[in-house]
T-cell receptor
């Protein structure tokens, strides 16, 4: 079953602008992860934030986590054409043996 | 290190047949998970293997099965294929105790 729900489903912006995607989930989690997928290919891990963290940065990526609202956001700054892809949030619950529960994703298009 | 590899990359089968997909994890990774991705249901967890034992299973019928070998390579099998089994099947590996999963390029299965 889907736990994470991304918002918006699709986003189109100009190159150089910032892109923000949101994710909501339903149950308590150990961590939340963001992945990128290009054209129906494999998933690339972007960043992981643990349930006791509120914000994390990695290069042009900034992730926030609000466990009281069961929501997370992914900010990509200074977007590039190569950032065009689908972005998924995934949550992990339990003792680590549980699989990831993915949202339906946000399709991001960067216009040159 | 080489990434996660999956074979075959593309497969066409007919209803009622069975199929076996293969996954070789990153060297040193003992955990292998399988996911199904379809346009309608999104990314869904199938099962996870660790040291040749199934640790967790998603909500899929018994037609979906898997196994892991002593070298950590994993196979998944789908018997009595249905049209709805057409999907991208993704394999992911991770270190024991690790939280980040590394995905392969996937096997695209088309059932006619």
């Amino acid at each position: 079953s889907q736990q994470g729900e991304e918002d918006p489903q699709a986003l189109s912006i100009q190159e150089g602008e910032n892109a923000t995607m949101n994710c909501s989930y339903k149950t308590s989690i150990n961590n939340l992860q963001w992945y990128r997928q290009n054209s129906g290919r494999g998933l690339v891990h972007l960043i992981l934030i643990r349930s006791n963290e509120r914000e994390k940065h990695s290069g042009r990526l900034r992730v926030t986590l609000d466990t009281s609202k069961k929501s997370s956001s992914l900010l990509i700054t200074a977007s590039r054409a190569a950032d065009t892809a689908s972005y998924f949030c995934a949550t992990q619950s339990g003792g680590g043996a549980d699989g990831l529960t993915f949202g339906k994703g946000t399709h991001l298009i960067i216009q040159p | 290190k080489a990434g996660v590899t999956q074979t075959p990359r593309y497969l066409i089968k007919t209803r009622g047949q069975q199929v076996t997909l293969s996954c070789s994890p990153i060297s040193g990774h003992r955990s292998v998970s399988w996911y199904q991705q379809t346009p309608g249901q999104g990314l869904q967890f199938l099962f996870e293997y660790f040291s040749e034992t199934q640790r967790n299973k998603g909500n899929f019928p018994g037609r979906f099965s898997g196994r892991q070998f002593s070298n950590s390579r994993s196979e998944m099998n789908v018997s009595t294929l249905e049209l709805g089994d057409s999907a991208l099947y993704l394999c992911a590996s991770r270190l024991a105790g690790g939280e980040t999963q590394y995905f392969g390029p996937g096997t695209r299965l088309l059932v006619l």
